[in-house]
């Protein structure tokens, strides 16, 4: 994995050569230099796009991949090509026809579905993408790619339906990615509880005291949930008549501000955003290539905007130069996951901010998703 050095030291520094310098600089634990904010694939920032609370910075860069080799999660439920059920099921179908027994004493799980891939790309996935039916809608809990050929894999999950445990219709896309804060509660946290309350109280960001109120307060989704959505499905709450109104006329408005401001770009092209609310800068999801941004632009958008809906209405718009530090890689803590041949994952933490990678390792190597997040707790 590449990594990037982050600043400099002045020649001569205790006799050091400037290389040995730059090497002590690195290997030093908390150093202070300066991040280079477009250390990472050659990205830069366009000006905001604002609209009420939210600040919209698109990412560009000139330099996309090839990533049609890749499945999303949409494209194979839909096509067939993608099943998911719940583990424990009779039978399960895998590829050609072969039919897999379920596992001895297997039962259905809260946390864990099962996926077939029969299709002849790899799968990604992504967290906080939400699968509707079975016992209980889920969302993905971890980025990562499902190969060509694979076994039934055991998936971890997290409910976003807490009141209903009974069959329902087959899994589906729901073609929503859940918001912000009930992402960053899956991807880090991974604890189911926080996850429901994230659910439940639409943001998990502590506003100030003085802080305007929200525009979509916890009342309007407990009133959601009384009247529509009474097994506390968050697809049902959030396209609800007391919530999801809201959302679509905010979607819509920053949506249409959005291609007004990147139409016609000739140097580059959008492969991801950074997003702020008021003036803190709070998340960013960037891609491989535009091409995948675009596949997953409209569901990420609902997302922002119910986050933003959700959070104080501050005015306030964020600096280019603070949004720009999203566009670094961190320098802390660090882990990985890897499978084999088909892709690594890596979570670095730094303070309060978080940074999740998934590098695809065939046919090429490339970071598919990169999601940088300043937690809310």
Sequence with gaps: MERSIFGALAGGLFGLSTLGALAFVWSWPGS????????????RLLEPITYENISIFPVVSSASRDTSF??????????????????????MVRDRGVVVPREDGARAS???LVLINRSKRPLLLLAGELVSG???????????????GAAPLPLDVFCVEHGRWSNGSEFKSAKTMVHPSVREQAALKQKQDDVWSAVRAGTTATPAVSAPPPRMAMNDIAAAMQTEAPTESYQKIYESRQVGVSVDGFVEEVQRRFAKETSGLKDGQ????VIAYGGEVAWSDIFASGNLFQHY????????AVEALARPTLREVASQENASTFLRRLNGRERQETEPGVYVWTEITEGRLA?????????KQMTLHRLLIHRTN
């Design 355 to 363: 940074q999740i990678e998934l590098d695809a390792l065939e046919p």
């Design 70 to 91: 890749f499945l999303t999660l949409e494209e194979g439920l839909s096509s067939g090509e993608v099943v998911v059920s719940e583990r424990g099921n009779d039978t």
């Design 110 to 112: 809260v946390n864990q």
């Design 134 to 148: 079975g016992k209980q809608d889920r969302v993905i809990g971890k980025d990562r790619i499902v190969p060509v």
């Design 270 to 273: 959008v492969v991801g955003v």
């Design 32 to 43: 202070s230099a300066a991040p280079d904010p477009k250390t990472e694939g050659g990205w």
């Design 297 to 304: 632009w409209s569901k990420l958008l609902r997302s922002y």
